[in-house]
């Protein structure tokens, strides 16, 4: 059975995964170039590390071999599984 | 004559390209803006191992040649040979983070395509290697098809063979490529970096890495802004004390040395421009230099360690109400001690339009200079009454000014983001790098260069409005039995000034202190002082100046007077420094207007209301 995929803000804290896809139209122009800059792409190991101490906002990602911070909003735009490829 | 060979230094940021600049090149530096942008151009000279000088330039970090900021955009046009001010680089240096590859791998490919002589250099080899990692250089090299050269540049390690490299490279240049042109498919580029990136990688050992750890402690929910908070205490601690001692040194350096001259010189009008313009109005601004630059050494470590986007992202949240993102907080954070390292410490905002209401809530905060204006209005107004224990109706007070600028900025910043500034990125995606220690010669340089740019603005801004100032004050000449501050121009734009502002309570005394207040806030108290002791009588002579106050204004008057400061945008520097950060008089217009029609509708309504409650 297939695992079923979550948004990456829905991931918790510590839990691998691998980036299925992401909605760049659900983004700006440059929102979707940062997150490529950053290494967002099919298939690339994800992991929520921390999580900003008022509501919860923004996220600490480790992306590739990289930790960038997004906010939720934007978290929501990737969609991410626990499968192994 | 051609000119001396130039060399960019190129990579993402992050990759500790600065540090390998300065490395490179030592103290020989000079730092300057590109035409038409706020981007700082950072150029140095050096030797090349055949004893030939080369210059080198540093671009700023970027992540690809599709720009995403205004320093993205200049790092690409300079590649390109379209940047004005700047000339093709010969060659180009690219900096890559070692543990990073297959991140910072898809802008050298970028950058490899552009066909330019080139050298990259691994560096941070050393974390690397601490992070468990085993790199083939022999393959980077072969899948790249440049040389690549392991450096550490806070050891100085490889800096020798980089030179060298680029010696051969400059003077046997050899097209890399084909010129294809550099790839812009940022997925096909990011893919073939990470299959590089695997290649090159021996070894992989996982160990738990320090910065993991450090972050398990500094972004926990609790104890991060706990210690954001007792990190920020210290800051505020060591700019307002420690800042004492250096700043009453140079204040009594500039007053002895202005009368030294004072003595010499023959009375008569250059004398006194000298004196009374000069010394006294650069003298009151020189004074912040130490406050600044104590500010910037813990901005400049905090940036440095990693730990200033750690402040950003426990901040984000909160600042995100108020339309702005996380990267806002230190700026306006060192408002509080002048809003002028706080505008220039708003280079680090990415996003220009978040950069701009950043900027322009700025002189909403608190920043010292208006301190001397509270000091003296409060100690003459407010009764020392105790509220209760250890809660005085002075200190109630201050905090209340305090927290009105607080309000002020953030109010501003949630109107100004939704009209004049709309657009703003909304967004706060950032890098959280490595920590590391900071080092001491990067910071000094930094220092070195924050104080020279300081000093620059004092030097020519600041003089000649000061210089404006005082002709304005001086001219024309009181004969017997005038007042110099009845007939002078500046006494009759004083006129002009006090029928604007009479309907909002201010009396003559204020009108005339306001526009010598323009130079520096607290200069408005020194005005004050001047116009009383010239008035006084010899019967008077021993009152102090809050007595004199006290006497001659209404408690609403005096309340007035405190909220105009909260909010009038009285301080040349931090128009000067907007004009300069925000490249043109469009906003440093803009901002001054919105202040004093804000100022003017506070000070205002303040008066009026106590005016109603019996006060006036």
Redesign the interface.
Known sequence: MAVPLLSLDQLKLGVRARIAAVDWSAL?E??A???????F?EGVLIEP???????R??L?VRV????????R??ARAVRVTTEAP | MNPVPLVAVAGNPNAGKSALFNALTGARQKVGNYPGVTVERHVGRTTLPDGAPVELVDLPGAYGLDPTSPDEAVTRDVLLGKQKGERLPNALLIVVDASNLDNHLRFALQLIDLGLPTVVALNMIDLAKRDGLELDVGRLEAELGVPVVETVAVRKRGLAEIMAQLNEMLIAPRKIRAGEGPSHDPLALQRRAREIAMAAIIRETPVRRITHRLDGLLLHPIAGPIILAAVLFLMFQAVFSWSVIPADALEAATLSLGQAIGDVLPHGVFRSMLVDGVFAGVGAVIVFLPQILILFLFILVLESSGYMVRAAFIMDRLMSHAGLSGRAFIPLLSSFACAVPGIMATRTIDDPKDRLTTILVAPLMTCSARLPVYTLIIGAFIPARSLAPGIGLQGVVMFGLYLSGIFGALLAAIVLSKTAVKGGGGAFMMELPKYQLPRVSDVAIGLWQRAMIFLKRAGTIILSTTIILWALASFPQAGPGEKQSDVSIAGHIADGIHTVVAPIGFNKDISMALLPAMAAREVAVAAIGTVYSLDAGNDQGLQTLEQRLSGRWSLATALAFLAWFVFAPQCISTIAVTRRETNGWKWPIFMVSYLFVLAYIAAGATYWTAVAFGLG
């Open positions: 700006g440059s929102e170039c940062r997150l490529r800059h950053f290494g792409d590390l921390h999580l900003g101490p008022f509501g906002d923004p600490a590739g071999r990289m930790t960038v911070a997004i906010r909003a934007q």
